[in-house]
């Protein structure tokens, strides 16, 4: 399935000579401006063969076999039911997953070839159990399942999952469970429904909404599980599958994506704090006045400590952050930044996970967004770590719970994110209150403080018993 | 195309007749609808609209008229479509519709050009009467040829026939006539997926009676089966 832009449209090509008919099979009615197809020669192999329906381009082999026939069928419904117009790029906005939507598309398309009567046995290149093989000895989960979903059904199911087994045993289960979600969801709708191209009030189709959607997320999703390794993680796992239930585990922190933060508000009216304080020695007398005033004579200068650090504040679900207390730290520390972070738990990549809190005595004006998971605790440690100038503190403020892209927490992370404390001295304190004091006295975390900070604290006791 | 889904050709075409344009060629593949265009576009008494099919065996006498025997022992002289045209229904000329005209003879062709030249210089001589006639007003000619490329048009013809149009689509009257799965089919298939509309009006009926894969077998032949399989694609979900 390709996207163009329709009014970009070139004029019909000369056709090759292949009998089909996609002008009758798109009958549509989503405002597709019907007119003459360009029909150009493919091939029965997998890519070899596409439905371009924005330019109404159709690419088929003309071949008289039933594999060549079954290949015109698949792309002749997909002219009649794959979305036009910039359909792929909304969803692919909502953090859909382009792959997983393509292969979505696939699998509804699959099932309305057989719903319309066809032997889709036949649509099989005889590459699929080489290509399963391969893909699982690669270890590209994301790659394997979004394929399984689009042979779903198809004469390449078997072959490809055959290879799958052949290559990495322990992702078969898995994958039969979310391919038996799939089928759950197409056979949920009338095939009526499934096949409709009447425009929602959402933009989408029909069909589209009703079925590649929700496929589309679930694989986006199950892209990024983690490969559950027993009973329990394997129910864990199953149980995600269904809509409302927590999602599986991804044992993954998700990428950073930092908020557009145009404007800042500035708090700290003083401007920059002094650079350099009152000493008995130095090499510039700054202070010539002190000679009369201070009984310690204190007329040299000496450059002042920077009262700066990061301070990285874990703003999920179970911490808690007033604007107030924002302003007053910017008001306090008007050297030091503010990091925010919070991950959507499931999300791709669309929706920000990290941003200034405040920064040079200013505070963000932006609206933060309210996401609830942590997600991102590792790579916001690296990315504060990355950012820190000499010696400067750098202060974490959470309970010392980390959890992964879903929301999961899970002993690698939690042991992840305590090396990077403990090598990096890291100080943790449990909120904004007691940020003053940890910037004013940085250091690592002391073994008294590691009851009060969760599985992180947990590892850095158990790390501590071992050395 | 246009926004009623009129393809372009024939809005042209329906331009050109009501400027006037007495004398127009239209070409292209067969089965796109010119013979019925060319006797229905801003004609709005088909009888007064006459045919004449040429073929390597038309003689001039099928276009002029010939001498035909009355039943009483004489003979009368009948006159052919051209002559017909000529005179109209009201006298005041209609529509000749010279369909292939690429496969007339050289005699018919000559004929032809006769029969259709500018009012000023057309006329003919009627055997029984010895009555000088000229085409009327109204008398309009469209004619029409398979031909691809207006280059294999013989050259008088062109002369004649300034305005020519190619055809590459049915007009959207002649569509309506279909049942709508059909119609897409009939306006946009192209090269080798087009379909005669001859053949899509017989299909539309056939199957009715016996069924699409059968009626798609016999009208079709070996193409059949794409058309059916796009048929049951179409249908998916409906």
Known sequence: ?467 | MTNNNQPSCWDDFATVIAAGIKRVLLYGEPGVGKTYAALHTNNENPENAYRLVCTEDLTSAEITGTWMPNGSGTWDFLTGPAINAWIGVDGLGGRLVVDEVDRASGDVLSQLLAMTDSPESARWRHPGTNEILRPGPNFTVVMTSNVEDPEDIPEALIDRFPTRIKIDRPPLAAVERLSEDLRAGALYGVGDSRLPLRSLYAFDQLRAHCGDEEAARLIFGANGEAIVDSLRIARVGQ
């Open chain 1, 1 to 467: 399935m390709k996207t163009y832009d329709r009014t970009a449209a070139p004029g019909p090509k000369k056709s090759a000579s292949i009998k089909v008919y996609p002008a009758i099979a798109a009958q549509r009615n989503d405002g597709f401006v019907p007119g003459p197809w360009t029909i150009e020669e493919g091939r029965a192999m997998r890519g070899a063969a596409s439905c371009d329906v924005n330019n109404r381009v159709l690419q088929v082999p003309g071949a008289p076999d039933q594999v060549a026939r079954l290949v015109r069928a698949h792309e002749l419904t997909h002219a009649r039911v794959s979305p036009t117009g910039d359909v792929l790029e909304r969803a692919w906005a909502e953090g859909i997953h382009p792959h997983a939507l393509a292969c979505a598309e696939e699998a509804r398309v699959n099932f309305l070839v057989a719903q319309a009567g066809f032997d889709v046995e036949f649509l099989c290149d005889g590459t699929e159990k080489d290509a399963g093989e391969k893909v699982a000895q690669l270890g590209d989960w994301p790659e394997a399942l979004c394929f399984a979903a689009a042979a779903k059904g198809t004469g390449a199911e078997k072959p490809y999952l055959a290879g799958i087994r052949k290559g990495n045993k322990d992702w078969v289960t898995p994958m039969r469970q979310v391919l038996k979600r799939i089928i759950e969801i197409l056979e949920e709708q009338s095939t009526s429904y499934i096949a409709s191209t009447e425009l929602l009030e959402s933009g989408y189709p029909l069909g589209f909404e009703a079925t590649t959607l929700p496929i589309a997320r679930l694989l986006t999703t199950y892209m990024s599980a983690e490969i559950p390794d027993g009973p329990e993680a394997l129910r864990a796992f199953k149980r995600g599958l269904h809509p409302g239930n927590r999602r599986p585990v991804s044992g993954k922190f998700a990428n950073l994506v930092w908020l557009d933060q145009p404007e800042f508000e500035r708090v700290n009216l003083r401007g920059d704090t002094r650079k350099s304080r009152p000493s008995l020695s130095g090499v510039s007398m700054r202070y010539p006045n002190r000679y009369l005033t201070d009984p310690q004579k204190r007329v040299m200068g000496k450059k002042a400590r920077a009262d700066g650090g990061i301070v990285i504040i874990d703003q999920s679900g179970s911490m808690d952050l007033s604007a107030d207390v924002v302003r007053e730290f910017a008001k306090r520390h008007p050297r030091a930044r503010l990091v925010g972070y919070s991950h959507r738990p499931g999300d791709g990549g669309v929706t920000p996970n990290a941003w200034i809190l405040a920064a040079n005595g200013k505070v963000a004006t932006s609206e933060i967004p309210a996401n609830i998971g942590n997600g991102v605790d590792g790579p916001i440690l690296r990315w504060a770590i990355s950012q820190r100038r000499g010696s400067e503190p750098l202060v974490w403020v959470c309970d010392g719970q980390v959890t992964d892209s879903h929301d999961h927490p899970g002993h690698h992370l939690s042991v992840e994110c305590a090396e990077l404390v403990a090598k990096h001295k890291i100080r943790i304190v449990p909120n904004l209150y007691e940020v003053a004091n940890a910037l004013a006295h940085p250091r690592g975390v002391r073994p008294s403080e590691y009851p009060r900070l969760g599985r992180v604290g947990r590892v850095l006791a158990d790390r501590s018993k071992k050395n």
